[in-house]
């Protein structure tokens, strides 16, 4: 027998994804509730609010492309927005959905729970004073990048001086960006180099009294090119917007970039070099995702490509030893996530900044008054943790997610992630995972790829409420096929075989010291391709009833 339910649909987070995703399901027709465990919306850019965050893709390609009027009304300062600034621009487009009164803010869920007879979700949240939820169906968009993650070091509570990590920065009770810390003259640490230390460091730099880096494993960083959005550059892209987003939909990570059809090594050294030249000062991910097809799958094209930043790192960092220690010698450009930059390398040659390698003096402890490593004991003032996430699958496994006969996700995931399209997984009915583990949005351009999932799963929703559907599941066999799809995509990537949270490793997480298939690196145009035959072979590998 049908149970009736609160809500046809619940979703989990209001971040870009979740927002739209509530937005749609509303205006189909189905009532529907978000849930968001912060005190507002906006995902990572309501918490990443650390001293220069902002975005590595073009501000004109980092919004909602569905949304005409907002991309001809919003007009975009920099051509790589800062923090306060993309998250103006979400407020913005939350505005014009009128999306806020279809949340819960403060309401972190804690266990969803599918029952089988009934057909429904229920939803049990950490604060025991609200009442459970039940929807038939459970959209989760909680982001790949937002399960903060502390380094796994003994004594952080006993820390005297303040601290903060960079995605659960203090906010500006008045505004979008960053409370106003005072640093000045201050002594600061930073722990961690990926995306967000790189970025917290160019800030510290400038301020800080005396800036220790604590450095354990560097990642190949190259030019961002930002400067200001002129008003004639804003005015040529509102008026050519359909070029932009062709080229980002034709592109394999939903990025203005495209790779050159060409080998490396087929291209004469001369041009090569110069070509190389051009891209590492282009704007945003030129050299990442538009350099030479081969440079991140053949072993000696990415060699020489990872030996041209090093070299640029060499003349960039005046202390030769400080600069070997900036050069990653685990892998190759490109294999992890390439941060980018402004004048992150010069910071180097300040004298008020210093670097602690830890692969030789490892962190013992935090202590009371600073950082404890296996030389010295290091005083601070300010400790800031850019260590990261846990990512991609880190968010779901925080809540405990149970499908049929009781079945736990996290102990799936823990056995090895298998899902269909990174949306479904096998024994979880009307469970979508948003952005989450094999999805082709997860390593894309988020704002841009998660739509088009949101779309796409929309029409399946259109599609559910015309036939009376209630009951969406994958089939084993398209979980097993596409799973496998995902392995043999990313076993032709370098960074498939490059230990990094792509691939699933987290050396602050038991476990999690394995290589996994989290990404579908197929590309965008691919992935939407799929999208497409699936529905149009009317929702190939559902089973639906
Ligand atoms: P990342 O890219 O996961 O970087 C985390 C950094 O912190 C990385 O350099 C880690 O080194 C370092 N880390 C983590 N734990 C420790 C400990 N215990 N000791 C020393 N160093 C540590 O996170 P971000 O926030 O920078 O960026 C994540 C993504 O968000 C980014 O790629 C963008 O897409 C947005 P490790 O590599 O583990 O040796």
């Given at each position: 027998m049908k149970t009736e339910t609160d809500v046809d649909a619940v979703v989990i987070g209001a971040g870009l994804t979740g927002l739209y995703q509530t937005y749609r399901l509303r205006e189909m027709g189905y009532t529907v509730r978000g849930i968001e465990a912060s005190d507002n919306i906006g995902g990572v850019w309501h918490h990443n609010r650390y001293p220069g965050a902002r975005i590595d893709s073009e501000s004109e390609v980092y919004g909602y492309f569905w949304n005409e009027e907002l991309m001809q009304e919003f007009d975009w300062s920099e051509r790589f927005a800062a923090q306060p600034e993309v998250l103006t621009y979400i407020h913005r487009a939350a505005d014009y959905m009128d999306i806020r009164k279809d949340y819960m803010f403060n309401a972190r869920v804690t266990s969803a729970i599918w029952d089988d007879a009934g057909g429904f979700w229920t939803l049990g949240f950490e604060d025991p004073s609200l009442t459970p939820i039940k929807a038939r169906f459970l959209f989760s968009a909680l982001g790949p990048l937002s399960a903060v993650q502390m380094p796994n070091v003994p004594g952080i509570d006993s820390f005297q001086g303040e601290s903060y990590h960079t995605a659960a920065w203090p906010r500006d009770p008045e505004g979008f960006g960053p409370a106003k810390l005072d640093f000045a003259g201050k002594r600061v640490a930073v722990i961690g180099l990926g995306s967000s230390g790189v970025q917290v460091i160019q800030e510290m730099a400038k301020v800080a009294g005396e800036l220790t880096v604590f450095l354990r494993s560097p990642n190949w960083c190259t030019p961002l090119g930002n400067g200001p959005m002129t008003s004639e550059r804003m005015r040529h892209i509102k008026s050519n917007y359909g070029e932009f987003i062709a080229k980002c939909d034709a592109s394999?990570?939903?990025?203005?970039?495209?790779?050159?059809?060409?080998?490396?090594?087929?291209?004469?050294?001369?041009?090569?070099?110069?070509?190389?030249?051009?891209?590492?000062?282009?704007?945003?991910?030129?050299?990442?995702?538009?350099?030479?097809?081969?440079?991140?799958?053949?072993?000696?094209?990415?060699?020489?490509?990872?030996?041209?930043?090093?070299?640029k790192i060499r003349q960039r960092v005046k202390d030769p030893k400080t600069a070997e220690m900036l050069i990653p010698k685990d892998h190759g450009f490109g294999m992890k996530r390439v941060p980018l930059e402004t004048r992150y390398y010069e910071v180097y040659n300040q004298p008020n900044v210093?670097?602690?390698?830890?692969?030789?003096?490892?962190?013992?402890?935090?202590?009371?008054?600073?950082?404890?490593?296996?030389?010295?004991?290091?005083?601070?003032?300010?400790?800031?943790?850019?260590?990261?996430?846990?990512?991609?699958?880190?968010?779901?496994?925080?809540?405990?997610?149970?499908?049929?006969?009781?079945?736990?996700?996290?102990?799936?995931?823990?056995?090895?992630?298998?899902?269909?399209?990174?949306?479904?997984?096998?024994?979880?009915?009307?469970?979508?995972?948003?952005?989450?583990?094999?999805?082709?949005?997860?390593?894309?351009?988020?704002?841009?790829?998660?739509?088009?999932?949101?779309?796409?799963?929309?029409?399946?929703?259109?599609?559910?409420?015309?036939?009376?559907?209630?009951?969406?599941?994958?089939?084993?066999?398209?979980?097993?096929?596409?799973?496998?799809?995902?392995?043999?995509?990313?076993?032709?990537?370098?960074?498939?075989?490059?230990?990094?949270?792509?691939?699933?490793?987290?050396?602050?997480?038991?476990?999690?010291?394995?290589?996994?298939?989290?990404?579908?690196?197929?590309?965008?145009p691919r992935f939407r391709q799929y999208c497409d035959e699936v529905q149009e072979d009317g929702y190939r590998g559902y089973v639906m009833s």
């Open positions: 394999i990570a939903g990025f203005p970039h495209e790779f050159i059809p060409q080998n490396l090594f087929d291209t004469p050294k001369a041009e090569r070099d110069a070509k190389l030249e051009e891209l590492y000062h282009g704007p945003g991910f030129s050299l990442w995702l538009g350099a030479y097809q081969d440079v991140l799958m053949d072993p000696e094209a990415n060699r020489y490509v990872s030996d041209f930043v090093a070299g210093s670097v602690v390698d830890l692969n030789a003096t490892p962190i013992q402890r935090i202590a009371p008054t600073g950082i404890e490593t296996t030389e010295a004991l290091h005083a601070f003032d300010v400790i800031i943790y850019a260590t990261g996430f846990d990512a991609i699958k880190g968010s779901w496994n925080r809540i405990d997610i149970r499908g049929r006969d009781g079945m736990s996700l996290k102990e799936e995931w823990d056995k090895g992630v298998k899902t269909y399209m990174g949306l479904q997984c096998e024994g979880f009915p009307n469970f979508f995972t948003l952005v989450g583990p094999q999805n082709g949005a997860t390593f894309c351009n988020i704002p841009r790829c998660s739509a088009l999932v949101v779309d796409w799963l929309s029409d399946m929703m259109i599609h559910a409420k015309a036939e009376g559907i209630e009951r969406i599941e994958p089939q084993r066999e398209a979980v097993e096929s596409w799973s496998l799809y995902c392995t043999k995509l990313l076993d032709k990537m370098l960074l498939g075989q490059t230990n990094s949270w792509f691939t699933g490793i987290n050396k602050n997480v038991a476990g999690r010291d394995k290589r996994e298939v989290l990404l579908f690196v197929g590309g965008n």
